[in-house]
């Protein structure tokens, strides 16, 4: 298990995911109202870029015609099928005990206190004043 | 319960392609595109009144799709336009990306059979004909064309299809599966007369304004139906094409049902065999089990793949169906796609997968 | 091929003794019979018009057609199943029947003016009960509505529940519009209210074409599209969320085939979970739905008889508690008495026969547990 440093804080607004290459794998990258979350890229069905979906909330209902939107940005729907994958644990919304994606621990570390840990940065220079994206691999 | 069957079917797998797409959107960055096409009197008419279809939205299908022009997310062309309307990209992601060697186009855009003025109907086909060649098979050899004509004008269809018989990159005929009549009704076999003298394959692609409901039970609420309704729709246009006589009168005809699906074939056969062997005196120029046209006269196209749970289960299907009848598709750049490497959760033979993936097409557009 | 074509109906049997038949066809009344079962109103106006002279035979399902008269069971008449004498010696006692559901196939359903087919279905019920249930102890019967007028219909349902001979609601598989929609759901809360599940039968109004491209020109193949509707029906009931606002509704296809299932199931379910957002009170996979409130009469069986298709299909179905035993009498559905075919095995048999419809008409289930204490 290695931590690394995968993007800066202010490079992905809020509702934006992007793909980052990593110790040899694809994770799409979102931020959920400033919450940062990673997951495996590729859809489990026919291989689609996450990264690439529509960041969605939930549409939920008490009964029919009845319609509630919740968790705003919380969800991403494969660019392909549509499926919808939950940002925070990368299990599907219609199958989660089958049909989910590899989900990665993300934390947010000051440049500076980067120096101090075992981190990898593989694709930037990391400077000590800003925030950055960590992920656990 | 038995053991689920090993495929066993003599399949034909000699082709020099390796990957044939039989299902590739293509679309315009402007409906202006036409207009290079179209005679100034028809650009007028486009203008001032547009589409006048048989449903009650003029600029859009009757349910709205979940996605955006009903396309992949990840298909808008960087350069700008809908998906399906630049051919750089459609290249890189599409044809080079997946390595196809072959694609043939259905373009869908203004409906001309459905169109209800028939003189702007034939006007739209013929447009749209030339702005296939223009626009794709000019310039890009890997792609190939099919033939827009007017279903409901028979002799105008006949007049289009005759003008571009001669230009090779035109592989098919194409049909909308939703018509003012089953297409096996006898006003429209001037088309199938034409398809054979000119050795032309008829493709029936999802979709169509023919003005009824979209299922036999009547307008559904929700595009999770409409989308099914396809299948129902399929049916009922192979049950015409079986009952009206066609593949008798017509034995070397031959045609494909794209987007439709296929896992409900087999059960559809056994029913109209059961159905025809209690009432063929009503339909006495039948001569077969209808089940044995199935065999003879029709193709599929594979997408949207059909994802049964366990996913077995689908050899058995395709066991019924027999593999020399699917063609693969990918509906790109359309949401249901399907991406050939992964389409198919069960193990296919060596020569199964040439015959599904390419030999089955090249025989049916006579490609070699 | 004609031997072929024989082997689409004549196979081995299991026995069906004892069996609950979920589908049985008496020939529908003349309208001159129901005058005597109409109110005032309604008798002097037909006879003023002229209506009880005529036939309201429906064209989705032609009396005299080979496929609704099987030929042996076929009366000087030209219809079959219009006797209570020929019902017992053609249908009931052959097979061995314990009881048989009556499932009436008339035009009332289909009447334009919601008035007079509201009459009509209530004429027709009440003669069902006179000439039928009330001479033969093994009869049950259908509470056939008009879904037209749900008020209506429901007026009706009300009225005949107090009779627990009538085991469910009937309705036509074809009606004005695809049945989830909600002008449909007071019949439905009506029927799970009184503990009558709703059988939807093949047939319908032919008010729109029964098929999406138009009006086919033959009747088999009007016939063979009607699993197409039942198709939609089923997508209807399920999209609409029927289940969710009527948790306990149990839908009965009948005449409907059940081989089609699985490739329903399999798109089905695909689709959803693509576009299930458009539908958020649909929670569950489709074919999950069905299983659990969606029932199947057994005839027609359609799957070769050669090969190994039927066994396999009912695997593919995996569900063991969907099938009604149905002879569909008097309509050609098989030959001879084998209306239970050895290919589903003594184990299956025995569901179809008597366990499924035991589980899913409680009327039925409350007879039995009474004659049992007795």
Redesign the interface.
């Known amino acids: 298990m290695a931590r690394h440093v995968i993007a800066k804080v202010d490079e992905l607004e809020v509702g934006k995911s992007k793909l980052v290459k990593v110790a040899g794998r694809d994770i799409a990258l979102f931020n959920v109202k400033g919450e940062f979350f990673a997951i495996a890229n590729r859809c489990p ?5 996450l990264c ?3 960041v969605v909330g939930l549409a939920e209902s008490d009964e029919p015609g009845k319609y509630r939107m919740t968790r705003h940005g919380e969800l991403v ?1 494969c ?4 499926w919808e994958f939950d940002i925070r644990t990368g299990k599907s919304w219609c199958d989660p005990a089958r049909t989910r994606v590899k989900s990665f621990d993300v934390s947010v570390a000051k440049g500076g206190a980067l120096a101090e840990g075992p981190y990898q940065a593989e694709t930037f220079p990391v400077s000590i004043d800003e925030d950055y994206v960590i992920v656990e691999i | ?2 053991e ?2 090993t495929l066993e079917r003599p399949v034909e797998a000699k082709t020099k392609f390796n990957l044939i797409d039989c299902d590739i959107h293509p679309s315009m960055k402007t409906p202006a595109e036409m207009h290079p096409y179209l005679s100034q009197r028809w650009r007028d008419h486009l203008a001032t009144y547009g589409g006048h279809t048989r449903q009650g939205l003029s600029e859009t299908l009757s349910h709205p799709r ?2 955006p022009e009903v396309s ?3 298909s808008w062309p960087p350069a700008g336009g809908p998906p399906g309307s630049d051919l750089p990209f459609l290249r890189e992601q599409h044809l080079d990306g997946l390595g196809i060697d072959i694609g043939v186009l259905v373009p869908l855009r203004f409906n001309a059979s459905g169109q209800r003025h028939p003189d702007f109907a034939a006007a739209i086909a013929t447009a749209i004909n030339d702005w296939q060649v223009g626009k794709f098979l000019e310039p890009e050899p890997r792609l190939r064309g099919s033939i827009v004509a007017t279903q409901e004008d028979p002799e105008k269809a006949v007049a289009e299809i005759n003008r571009r018989s001669s230009d090779k990159r035109f592989v098919q005929i194409l049909l909308p ?9 006898r006003r429209h076999w001037p088309i199938f007369e034409a398809a054979v003298s000119h050795g032309l394959p008829i493709s029936l692609h999802v979709g169509g304004v ?1 003005g ?14 409409e ?3 396809q ?3 399929m ?3 192979i ?2 094409l079986i ?2 006589g066609v593949f008798e009168h017509f034995p070397g005809l031959k045609i494909s049902f794209v987007e439709g ?1 296929f ?2 074939l ?3 056969g ?14 006495p120029h039948v001569k ?2 209808p089940s044995e046209y199935l065999k003879k006269n029709v193709w599929f196209t594979t997408q ?1 793949m ?4 366990p996913a077995k ?1 689908l050899t ?2 395709l066991n ?1 169906i027999g593999t020399d009848r699917l063609m693969f598709s990918t509906d790109y750049p359309h ?5 050939p ?3 198919f959760k069960v193990p296919l033979s060596a020569a199964e997968k040439t015959a599904i993936f390419a030999g089955n097409a090249v025989n049916f557009y006579g490609l070699n | ?1 004609n031997e ?2 024989r082997s ?2 004549n196979e081995p049997g299991l026995s069906t003794i004892g069996g609950i038949d979920c589908d049985l066809h008496p020939a529908s009344p003349a309208t001159t019979t129901l005058l005597s079962y109409l109110d005032d109103y309604w008798r002097e106006t037909f006879i003023m018009r002229g209506v009880d002279r005529m036939s309201l035979a429906m064209t989705a399902s032609p009396p005299r ?3 609704n008269v099987r030929s042996d069971w076929k009366a000087a008449s030209g219809f079959a199943g219009d006797t209570l004498e020929a019902v017992r010696a053609q249908a009931l006692d052959p097979f061995g029947t314990r009881l048989a559901i009556c499932n009436v196939l008339h035009g009332s359903m289909i009447m334009h003016s919601d008035d007079m087919a509201a009459a009509l279905c209530g004429a027709v019920n009440e003669w069902l009960a006179r000439e039928w249930l009330d001479k033969e102890p093994r009869l049950r019967g259908s509470i056939i509505v008009s879904a037209q007028n749900a008020e209506l219909a429901v007026a009706e349902i009300e009225k005949r529940a107090a009779d627990s001979r009538f085991v469910q609601v009937m309705i036509l ?9 909600r002008r449909y759901w007071p019949i439905y809360e009506a029927a799970a209210r009184n503990r009558l599940p709703l059988c939807i039968h093949a047939g319908g109004s032919n008010r ?14 009007a ?3 009607q ?3 039942f ?3 089923l ?2 009931l399920i ?2 969320g029927v289940f969710h606002k009527v948790p306990d509704l149990k839908v009965v296809f009948a005449e409907s ?1 059940f ?2 299932l ?11 979970r ?6 958020p009170w649909v929670t569950e996979q489709p074919s999950d739905i069905v299983k659990r409130h969606v029932r199947f009469t057994l005839q ?1 069986v ?3 008889l050669e090969t ?2 039927l ?6 179905i995996d569900c063991n508690d969907i099938l009604l035993f149905s002879t569909d009498y008097p309509h ?2 098989f030959e001879g008495v084998n209306a239970l075919s050895a290919r589903f095995g003594e184990t299956l048999a025995k569901k179809i026969l008597i366990d499924n419809p035991l589980a899913t008409y409680p009327r039925i289930a409350a007879d039995f547990r009474k004659e049992a204490a007795r």
């Open positions: 069905h026919e291989g689609a870029d690439r979906g529509q729907r660019p392909w099928h549509g | 319960m038995t689920t069957q979940m996605v992949r997310v990840d599966p939703r018509s003012i009549e089953p297409l096996g009704k023919g009824h409901q979209a299922t036999g039970a009547g307008w559904p609420s929700y595009y999770i139906e989308h099914h309704s299948v129902q729709t049916q009922s246009v049950a015409s009952f009206e699906g896992s409900w087999p059960a559809f056994w029913r109209m065999d059961k159905a025809w062997a209690a009432m063929r005196d009503e339909v077969r089990l949207p059909e994802e049964p749970n289960n058995d299907t019924w949401w249901d796609f399907d991406d490497r992964y389409a | 091929m072929m074509v689409l109906g057609a080979p496929i598989a074809q009606n004005d519009e695809p049945l989830g929609r729109h074409a029964p098929t999406a491209t138009g009006w086919p020109s033959f009747f088999v193949e016939y063979v599209a699993a197409s509707i198709e939609s029906q997508l209807s999209a609409e085939g081989t089609w699985p490739s329903f199931f399999w798109r089905a379910d695909k689709t959803w693509g576009v299930r957002a458009e539908t027609p359609e799957a070769p190994d298709a066994a396999r299909t009912l695997d593919h050609a559905q």
